[in-house]
């Protein structure tokens, strides 16, 4: 009614996005073969996100309807924290190899 977009619909729109543009399933994000209304606020997704992150989520977007704005918001922090666990696991297998992330690779390495 306020011109904005329902959580299950706002859930379906991170989808097809995180598809489209990197080719990603998010567990969580998208329905095992259920409604895409998600059963819990955020998304469903709160356990996988920060405590505060989270708690911000549910209190702010637990029932109500999405402006463009809070879609955008949602979907960037999700892809932020995405891309800052990939630099994460990336460091790590930099450091399991003894290896410096801030030099360049030789062809062997």
């Known amino acids: ?3 904005g977009v329902s959580a299950g619909s706002a859930r379906y729109a991170i989808h097809r996005l995180f598809i489209q543009m990197h080719g990603w399933y998010i567990k969580g994000l998208s329905p095992a073969g259920g409604s895409w209304a998600p059963a819990v606020p955020a998304f469903g997704m ?24 809070e879609l955008a918001l949602v979907a960037a922090s999700i892809e932020a924290l995405i891309h800052g666990e990939a630099i994460g696991r990336l460091s790590a297998a930099y450091k399991a190899r003894g290896l410096d992330p801030k030099q360049r690779l030789s062809r062997g390495e």
């Open 46 to 69: 709160a356990a996988l996100l920060p405590k505060r992150l989270g708690d911000l989520f549910e209190h702010r977007f637990g029932s109500d309807d999405f402006d463009l704005g």
């Open 1 to 3: 009614a306020g011109g």
